[in-house]
């Protein structure tokens, strides 16, 4: 350090609003090379995108030092009040200028919203009134480093302090390197607002203690203590075998956040080993196999489906509004649908509530083909409901269609009665059988619609397809469907 | 061919007949085959005004085998006649002669013999008329003679019960058109199932087959919760951005979570716990209410793991799923905002990493798969955790299959399951090999409405461990 002294990094009580937490360092006498130096960038960039979530979390500002002048101060202004020449900018602009201008910018224009609507912005000064960066939007156009940078002063700041000590270290330690006193680190201080001061990089080294036979265990492999250290420490972590030969002592270097508990470092010795050396065998798990009662019942039901000559579709759990409300005449409010938050299109706004509009589309899209066309689909929708632990549920229906040049009713119906022949429920309202009586719907043709009461209960309609329903789906031929739950007949 | 020589032939033919030509006789006359005759009549025919002709079915008749013995050598009741000499024939006897059996009775009924029961060496056969008739062997050789039709219809009727005489009907001498065996038949008219469902089926049934149990799914809707925070996925993970995570306006938060849990979870998270440092953050239980659409089945699992920790005293447990979930990326030809995942779970005391490779070579053997190779990969949940490939014949290359791992015991140990149960766990979409199995490159020809219903309507049975069909030859460049 040429004045003997560390660089400073004060911190005012300004940015506790908004970006709490900074931490600083100093790489010295660094030889860029065009690669490195690319490297370098493409490392922050990395970083930014990952544990940084998307600069959210963490943004890295790495400054040319031989331009600057410490003390740095790290606070916190009213956007009028900033004012610099940002990165590869030719003048100079106020911060709200630079939100407006970084809109349009491809790259820049994500990340405006982690400080957009605040009252106060981040930003880092000099001494002498040079500013560093605006995290985590951009760096000033002064201190900016190129491939002639000798000396680079790095500040992360956040709004999580753990994760903005690792990425600190993590430059730190991968850019050292290149330092003239390779694998040296200068470190700074940060004095924090209340007056209690740090220094950073933490670069904490911890020892950590995993007994052997654990690692054995935990893998299926059968290595003595001192094989396993050796391959830990092929992995970075510099192990020996202590105490009564059993435990094994692992160093955990400052790169490797990663390792927060003893199954990581089993999974270190594991990728060491070699995982295709490990000898593979068969759990001694003796279990009797069940299947869950609604999936028995849809594949048995699948397949008859079939056997009476329909046709299984698959389609979207997703949809539209319009799609469960408006184009089977009746209001969104009604269908006690699932909402989803902001949908990137309309084909995503809600689950459905009904199996139809997934059939009908299908059938629009396949116009050419012979009729009558004959599909089924047994899947599930999704309603809202209170008694749930989650405020909503999803049933499991059946659903199918017929069409054709003339709607079809008695095939839908005979369908029906073929359903109810398989599932073992008699054509009587008494003694648990089923009935269909006449009903409507706005989806339906008037008077040619029933519902279908089993067991007691309604479990469903069938009838022909009102004329409209036929238009908004972009059909042109009659059309006869019919739904039923099939929950009541486990 | 109205032009013909048969036809010019059969015209000067047809000038010289009073009444019409039989085009049988005509083409026994000429010594040429029937069906040359007939098509010379039709290509007249098709002329129009040249001649007239009117198809004709006629019955022929002819002997059978045993006729023709019959015809030649008299009737069996015949012979047996002409074999009695005027003292009479010992009926013992007369039945050992060839005819005898046969004759004796129709002998009898035509009153040409009878039988003295009582004569002393036993019954004894003696004639009755002096001379017979054998109507039989005369009628058969007028038939021979192709004179049947002077028979009437029930002395041909009698002949025929007793199988000495057949029809013929002149079917055998119709032309017949040759089948085109390379022209296909009608399809029957048959429903189909969904081939994406198909592979779903094989997959459950190679679970079961294994002994994995069912899990609950149906569920779309999950709490943040459960879906990332049981599974000690943190609270600022990118995958819990809006970018990939569907979430809910409405209801846009559950509504219960069991607390007593909740808290260890935001414990483990925050501050460590169970052997692990956490990941030291602040846990906010406003996050993990929040509601989505579940991203993974592993939600169901966590669940399912939770409920069986809930059971003193522990058993092991095989479990599965396949169900949809929902990503909230960019979607292309391969990749859709709903698709399903197969899950399958192992919990026992002492499971090793080893055991995982052991159940998934089993399982992807069922699959047809037995080359496999595995790659150490990254899960928030999984520790160790390994992507899995098989050796594509096809491609000449190495693909991924499936990813797996042990869960972590940040994940396992607040649920309450003992320190020393561990569970191994493997997921793969069920996209993926389907669209390799039925040859399909754009996804959304799969699932969805868009679907193509002609691959629907021919997309063969799925099994899944057949071998795959030759690819067909491709022309040189």
Redesign the interface.
Same mark, same amino acid.
């Given at each position: 350090m040429p004045d003997g002294k560390i660089q400073k990094l004060i911190i005012t009580e300004e940015t506790a609003k908004i970006r709490p937490f900074a931490v600083a360092a100093v790489l010295r006498n660094i030889k860029f090379t065009k690669d490195r130096y690319d490297s370098f960038i493409e490392l922050q960039e990395k970083l930014h995108q990952n544990i940084c979530r998307k600069r959210a979390l963490v943004a890295i500002g790495t400054h040319d030092l031989d331009t600057l002048s410490g003390p740095f101060t790290y606070t916190a202004k009213r956007p009028s009040d900033i004012k610099f020449k940002p990165l590869n900018k030719t003048k100079e602009y106020t911060a709200c200028e630079l939100m407006n201008i970084y809109k349009t910018d491809s790259h820049l224009k994500h990340y405006l919203h982690i400080i957009e609507n605040k009252p106060l912005y981040p930003v880092i000064y000099d001494s002498n009134g040079v500013v560093l960066s605006m995290p985590p939007i951009i760096n000033g156009d002064h201190s900016k480093i190129t491939v002639n940078t000798r000396n680079i002063f790095i500040e992360c700041t956040g709004t999580d302090f753990t994760k903005a000590k690792i990425v600190l270290d993590i430059i730190v330690t991968m850019f050292s390197e290149y330092c003239e006193n390779q694998f040296t680190v200068e470190a700074a201080e940060v004095v924090f607002p209340n007056g209690k001061s740090h220094t950073f990089p933490e670069l904490a080294y911890r020892k950590e203690m995993v007994r052997a036979d654990l690692i054995n265990k935990k893998v299926g492999i059968r290595e003595t203590p001192e094989n396993l250290a050796k391959l830990l420490t092929r992995m970075y972590l510099k192990s020996e075998v202590i105490g009564d030969g059993n435990q094994i002592e692992i160093e955990i270097p400052p790169t490797r956040a990663d390792i927060i508990h003893a199954c990581d470092i089993v999974e270190d010795a594991a990728i060491a080993y070699g995982y295709n050396n490990i000898q593979m065998t068969l759990p001694k798990t003796y279990t009797i196999a069940n299947q869950f009662p609604l999936n028995k019942l849809t594949e048995l039901l699948r397949h008859d489906m079939a056997a009476a000559g329909f046709t299984e579709a698959l389609t979207f759990a997703l949809c539209s509004q319009e799609d469960i409300a408006d184009k089977l005449g009746v209001d969104i409010s009604a269908t006690k649908a699932v909402h989803i938050s902001n949908p990137k299109t309309a084909e995503f706004q809600v689950a459905r509530t009904t199996l139809l509009p997934g059939l009908l589309k299908t059938i629009a899209a396949n116009r050419k083909m012979p009729l009558p066309l004959k599909l089924f689909e047994i899947s599930d929708i999704v309603i809202k409901d209170s008694n749930t632990d989650v405020g909503a549920k999803n049933y499991r229906h059946l659903c199918a269609v017929y069409y054709n040049k003339n709607p079809g009713f008695e095939i839908i119906h005979g369908l029906l009665d073929r359903i109810m022949q398989l599932l073992d429920v008699p054509p009587g309202e008494d003694k648990g059988g089923y009935v269909i009586k006449a009903s409507e719907g706005p989806a339906f043709f008037p008077g040619r619609c029933a519902e279908i009461f089993a067991r007691g209960q309604s479990v469903g309609k069938l009838g022909v397809l009102h004329p409209d329903v036929i238009t908004k789906f972009e059909l042109t031929m009659p059309c006869s469907s019919l739904e039923i739950n099939i929950g009541p007949f486990l | 061919m109205a032009d013909g020589p048969v036809a010019e032939l059969l015209l000067r033919r047809l000038e010289a007949s009073d009444g019409g030509l039989d085009s049988a006789e005509l083409a026994a006359e000429l010594g040429m085959e029937h069906q040359a005759v007939v098509g010379a009549v039709k290509s007249l025919q098709a002329l129009g005004e040249v001649i007239e002709a009117e198809l004709r079915s006629t019955k022929r008749w002819e002997l059978t085998v045993e006729g023709e013995e019959i015809a030649r050598e008299g009737s069996h009741e015949a012979r047996v006649f002409r074999s009695i000499p005027p003292e009479g024939l010992a009926q013992s006897e007369l039945m050992r002669l060839p005819s005898g059996k046969v004759g004796f009775s129709k002998a009898m009924s035509n009153k040409w013999i009878r039988v003295d029961k009582s004569a002393a060496d036993g019954p004894r056969v003696f004639r009755v008329v002096d001379s017979m008739e054998d109507e039989v062997q005369r009628r058969l050789q007028l038939v021979r003679g192709g004179q049947a039709e002077k028979l009437g219809e029930k002395e041909r009727s009698e002949l025929r019960k007793r199988k000495l005489l057949a029809e013929v009907g002149s079917w055998r001498d119709r032309p017949f058109k040759p089948y085109n065996f390379l022209a296909h038949g009608v399809l029957p008219?048959?429903?189909?199932?969904?081939p994406?469902?198909k592979v779903r089926?094989q997959f459950?049934q190679i679970?079961?087959e @294994?002994?994995?149990?069912?899990?609950?799914?149906?569920?779309?809707?999950?709490?943040s919760f459960w879906n990332f925070d049981a599974l000690f996925q943190p609270q +600022?993970?990118?995958a819990r951005? +809006?970018h990939d995570t569907?979430?809910?306006?409405?209801?846009?938060?559950?509504? +219960?979570?069991p607390m007593d849990y909740v808290q260890r979870v935001k414990r483990t998270h925050s501050q460590?716990g169970y052997?692990? +440092?956490?990941?030291?953050?602040n846990w906010k239980l406003d996050e993990a209410r929040k509601?989505l659409?579940r991203t993974h089945t592993t939600s169901a699992s966590a669940r399912a793991l939770y409920r069986l920790a809930q059971k003193k005293p522990f058993t092991?447990?095989?479990y599965f799923s396949i169900d949809?979930v929902?990503r909230?990326e960019t979607l292309d030809a391969t990749h *859709?905002?709903?698709f399903h995942q197969i899950e399958g779970v192992?919990a026992?005391h002492? *499971?090793?990493?080893?055991?995982l490779?052991?159940?998934?070579?089993?399982f992807f053997t069922k699959l047809g798969i037995t080359q496999l190779?595995?790659?150490?990969a990254y899960n928030p949940y999984t520790?160790?955790? @390994?992507e899995v490939f098989s050796y594509h014949q096809g491609l000449k290359k190495w693909v991924e299959v499936g990813n797996s791992g042990?869960f972590?015991?940040?994940m396992l140990l607040p649920m309450g399951l003992p320190e020393n149960v561990?569970v191994i766990a493997w997921g793969l979409s069920l996209e993926r090999p389907t669209m390799i199995k039925y040859g399909i490159n754009n996804i959304r020809e799969?699932?969805?409405?868009?679907?193509? *219903?002609?691959m629907?309507?021919d997309s063969p049975l799925c099994r899944l461990d057949a071998e795959p069909r030759p690819p067909p030859t491709q022309e040189a460049a």
């Open positions: - | 008219d048959s429903g189909h199932l969904h994406l469902l089926s459950r679970f079961l @294994m002994g994995f149990t069912e899990m609950p799914t149906d569920n779309f809707i999950e709490s +600022q993970h990118p951005d +809006q569907f979430f809910l306006r409405d209801p846009a938060e559950a509504l +219960q979570l460590g052997g692990s +440092q956490g990941y030291k953050y509601n659409l092991p447990v095989k949809r929902f909230n *859709l905002a709903e192992v026992d002492g *499971l090793t990493l080893g055991h490779m052991g159940v998934l070579r089993e190779r595995f790659k150490p520790e160790p955790s @390994m042990v972590r015991p940040e561990s799969l699932v969805g409405h868009k679907v193509n *219903l002609q629907v309507y």
